[in-house]
């Protein structure tokens, strides 16, 4: 009973909770640029506003341990100053001490995440929201905090978005991450921005609010 708890009060959260619109949003927004991402295997394509000192891209297959059904496509965006890392196998750790970078994703094989059920949609967002903290928090030593969990029709498309950060004030650490998921077939895109430096707390206050409104300007076509 204790293990199905959680699960019945994010249900009833997501019953209780509004869903907020968010229609196309013309102008651009300062400091940014607007980039154009064909997904493999013709799923799509995507429209974004990225930071304007993402200067780098790359795409790479993520590799299971289970063959395509483990294995995930990446989409990667970030300064070309900084470290690039293609994560593989099973396991891996963020070793580099700045990151600054959007990772879009999707698995290989589209089957079995998604069946239409926004509350299962919901509440896997959530649990992947919740995966992605521990991780941080054990690679980053920066204990992180929930500071949005919300649901949004974006350009007619429902999203899910979980964010979190943190700050260690001992190290000057700072940690934090906004994901945000739409249904893609029988599959999620995720949209995961990330962040990590050594500067002070007040410098990266506005990072969660800035990249939320650049996922309000997400547009995908030709993706059912």
């Given at each position: 009973?204790?293990?199905?708890?959680?699960?019945?009060?994010?249900?009833?959260?997501?019953?209780?909770?509004?869903?907020?619109?968010?229609?196309?949003?013309?102008?651009?927004?300062?400091?940014?640029?607007?980039?154009?991402?064909?997904?493999?295997?013709?799923?799509?394509?995507?429209?974004?506003?990225?930071?304007?000192?993402?200067?780098?891209?790359?795409?790479?297959?993520?590799?299971?341990?289970?063959?395509?059904?483990?294995?995930?496509?990446?989409?990667?965006?970030?300064?070309?100053?900084?470290?690039?890392?293609?994560?593989?196998?099973?396991?891996?750790?963020?070793?580099?001490?700045?990151?600054?970078?959007?990772?879009?994703?999707?698995?290989?094989?589209?089957v079995d995440e998604y069946d239409g059920n926004r509350e299962y949609f919901y509440l896997s967002a959530v649990s992947l929201g919740e995966e992605e903290a521990f991780g941080v928090s054990v690679d980053d030593t920066v204990?992180?905090?929930?500071?949005?969990?919300?649901?949004?029709?974006?350009?007619?498309?429902?999203?899910?978005?979980?964010?979190?950060?943190?700050?260690?004030?001992?190290?000057?650490?700072?940690?934090?991450?906004?994901?945000?998921?739409?249904?893609?077939?029988?599959?999620?895109?995720?949209?995961?921005?990330?962040?990590?430096?050594?500067?002070?707390?007040?410098?990266?206050?506005?990072?969660?609010?800035?990249?939320?409104?650049?996922?309000?300007?997400?547009?995908?076509?030709?993706?059912?």
């Open positions: 009973m204790s293990r199905l708890l959680p699960a019945i009060l994010a249900i009833l959260l997501f019953s209780c909770k509004n869903v907020n619109e968010t229609k196309f949003i013309q102008g651009r927004l300062p400091n940014t640029k607007e980039l154009t991402l064909s997904l493999a295997d013709s799923l799509g394509l995507v429209y974004l506003t990225v930071p304007g000192q993402y200067d780098t891209a790359v795409s790479w297959v993520h590799f299971g341990d289970c063959g395509q059904r483990c294995n995930y496509q990446k989409y990667r965006y970030q300064p070309k100053a900084l470290p690039l890392q293609k994560e593989n196998g099973f396991y891996w750790l963020d070793t580099a001490g700045v990151i600054d970078r959007l990772t879009i994703q999707h698995r290989q094989q589209l204990e992180l905090h929930l500071v949005l969990d919300t649901l949004q029709m974006i350009n007619n498309r429902p999203f899910a978005i979980v964010a979190y950060e943190g700050f260690n004030p001992d190290s000057k650490r700072y940690s934090g991450f906004l994901l945000a998921v739409t249904p893609m077939k029988q599959g999620y895109l995720r949209f995961m921005f990330r962040r990590k430096n050594k500067q002070a707390a007040g410098s990266n206050q506005e990072f969660i609010r800035g990249v939320k409104h650049m996922v309000e300007r997400v547009r995908i076509e030709s993706v059912i």
